[in-house]
């Protein structure tokens, strides 16, 4: 079995940085792409954006330029860093692992973007 569990989140001013971590755990032979996504109160759950084993990234179009993901092989750990955050970015941040065919999320970690 495989758990991932997300951290960092919390509440953060307009302008200010977040860094959001994601841990996966249990039985891992390879993980192939780690990701973000967002779900804001009312809305779909959307992609942020992902990153693959090789160290490739790829971002939704509105997340480019303030949004950063980057990983630990070794650790099994993905990070997102957020900069000039802003209201509309206040949404529960989920972390999604790729094993194969197989697609793990972990619980969500809330991000409040208000002064």
């Known amino acids: 079995q495989v758990k991932v569990v997300e951290s960092g989140g919390g509440l953060v001013q307009p302008g200010g940085s977040l860094r959001l971590s994601c841990t996966a755990s249990?039985?891992?032979?390879?993980?192939?792409?780690m990701g973000w996504y967002r779900q804001a109160p009312g809305k779909d759950r959307e992609l942020v954006g992902f990153?693959?084993?090789?160290?490739?990234?790829h971002y939704a179009d509105s997340m480019k330029g303030r949004f950063t993901i980057s990983r630990d092989n070794v650790k099994n750990m993905v990070y997102l860093q957020m900069n000039n955050l802003k209201p509309v970015d206040t949404a529960v941040y989920y972390c999604?692992?790729?094993?194969?065919?197989?697609?793990?999320w972990g619980q969500g970690t809330q991000v409040t973007v208000s002064s």
């Open positions: 990153i693959n084993s090789g160290g490739d990234t």
């Open positions: 249990g039985t891992i032979f390879r993980i192939n792409a």
């Open positions: 999604n692992v790729s094993l194969g065919s197989l697609r793990y």
